[in-house]
């Protein structure tokens, strides 16, 4: 049973575009919602995080939206440059536990 | 501040064989863990250390997996034997604490089974 559901699987965006990346959740007792962004041959790193106290969260040209009730969540890349051309993997932990569940990721491209 | 180091970064082996993936975490890092990515999915977690003790190993198949933390810093996780099905990448990552500090990844060990 995959408990982080993910989509699109790919997404391919000119420079420019608004990506959105969306994930799904089961588990209510999750309360920690991050993103990873994975470069090849990199292990993933933070991009941004976010707890279902807020809604929204915004550093730099990246977003989270949260909607607690749906029981999902979505990145969303203002201004995409072909540098943010990465897997995307978005997660989700409960309070006590540092098990991190991933999404199967999306791959974007961001064309020139 | 130096990132989480792996090694080796590639490995190519038989089935059956042995292997063994070391990882060195970020310098005060307490908390360690071992994922494993299949292709095309996201890392699913192995195993977790708080210091040197193994807190949480319920993912990890203890039949041909293992995994030691001596002295609470470096870390090694073995295969033996190995199968096809074992390909993958081995991430290492860790956190200061285990309060929801933010993981830290390492680059991975690329592991190939023929």
């Known amino acids: 049973q995959q408990q982080v559901k993910q989509s699109p699987q790919s997404l391919i965006v000119q420079k420019g575009g608004i990506p959105i990346i969306n994930c799904a959740y089961e588990n209510t007792a999750f309360d920690y919602f991050p993103w990873y962004q994975q470069f090849p041959g990199k292990g993933p790193a933070l991009l941004i995080a976010?707890?279902?106290?807020?809604s929204e969260k915004k550093e730099g040209r990246f977003t989270i939206s949260f909607n607690k009730s749906a029981k999902q969540f979505s990145l969303h890349i203002m201004d995409s440059q072909p540098g943010d051309s990465a897997t995307y993997f978005c997660?989700?932990?409960?309070?006590?536990?540092?098990?991190?569940?991933f999404g199967k990721g999306t791959k974007l491209t961001v064309n020139p | 501040e130096a990132g989480v180091v792996q090694s080796p970064r590639y490995k190519i082996i038989e089935k059956k064989q042995p292997v063994a993936f070391w990882c060195n975490p970020i310098?005060?890092?307490?908390?360690l863990y071992w994922y494993r990515q299949n292709l095309g999915q996201g890392p699913e977690l192995l195993i977790r250390y708080e210091n040197e003790e193994a807190v949480d190993d319920s993912q990890l198949p203890k039949d041909r997996f293992s995994a030691e933390r001596l002295k609470g810093v470096d870390s090694t996780l073995k295969i033996q034997p190995a199968e096809l099905g074992d390909s993958a990448v081995y991430l290492c990552?860790?956190?200061?604490?285990?309060?929801?500090?933010?993981?830290?990844f390492g680059p991975g060990t690329r592991l190939t089974v023929l």
């Open positions: 997660a989700a932990s409960r309070a006590g536990s540092e098990k991190l569940v």
């Open positions: 976010i707890r279902p106290d807020v």
């Open positions: 310098s005060g890092h307490n908390t």
């Open positions: 990552a860790s956190t200061r604490t285990s309060l929801g500090d933010t993981q830290y």
